[in-house]
T-cell receptor, first 111, second 114 residues
């Protein structure tokens, strides 16, 4: 089954404790992206990647890092999480950056 | 910079009535336009897209959208609403010539009453 998977689905952590949210797709898509969803703000792009070893900042990249060492994986790294990074995070992939397939989301709470 | 506006936070409609969810956009060039739907506790699902060609685009679950270049709009429509259509709807745009990043609107909650 074609899908985008994210882990963990729920995470509660404390300020400053490094964490990684994994994202994997099995559709051989070149384009992958991370978004955060906050009430009233819709989805805002954090980082995107157009292929292996090619990443670029989205609209809200501060406080986040990504890597794309393999085509299927695109982990999101928060090296020193802060409470304003409490949000719902979505990973997405697509063949050409158009119709995107979204993962189920990761709800992160930073206390 | 590209942007999307969804002027209504919520749209209420009775089951069986037609529905419209509004979207206007701004891009520097020609747009790619999308509608996505989000059900509770789920990720976003693709509904339909406009790339080029016919201004009326048909998508999943009986939804359609009309591209209007002069009004820079891409409203989502359905002739007869179902209670199961109740969800959060997002419009998104990207510049055809620009970076491959989608810009999403803030979302419109559709509530269909039985």
């Amino acid at each position: 089954e074609a899908q985008v998977t994210q882990n963990p689905r729920y995470l509660i952590t404390v300020t400053g404790k490094k964490l990684t949210v994994t994202c994997s797709q099995n559709m051989n898509h070149e384009y992958m992206s991370w978004y955060r969803q906050d009430p009233g703000l819709g989805l805002r792009q954090i980082y995107y990647s157009m292929n292996v070893e090619v990443t670029d900042k989205g609209d809200v990249p501060e406080g986040y890092k990504v890597s794309r060492k393999e085509k299927r994986n695109f982990p999101l790294i928060l090296e020193s999480p802060s409470p304003n990074q409490t949000s719902l995070y979505f990973c997405a992939s697509s063949l050409r950056g158009d119709e995107q397939y979204f993962g189920p989301g990761t709800r992160l709470t930073v206390t | 910079a590209q942007s999307v506006a969804q002027p209504e936070d919520q749209v209420n409609v009775a089951e069986g009535n037609p529905l419209t969810v509004k979207c206007t956009y701004s891009v520097s060039g020609n747009p790619y336009l999308f509608w996505y739907v989000q059900y509770p506790n789920r990720g976003l699902q693709f509904l339909l897209k406009y790339i080029t060609g016919d201004n009326l685009v048909k998508g999943s679950y009986g939804f359609e959208a009309e591209f209007n270049k002069s009004q820079t709009s891409f409203h989502l429509k359905k002739p007869s609403a179902l209670v199961s259509d109740s969800a959060l709807y997002f419009c998104a745009v990207r510049d055809r010539a620009g970076r491959r990043a989608l810009t999403f609107g803030s979302g419109t909650r559709l509530q269909v009453q039985p």
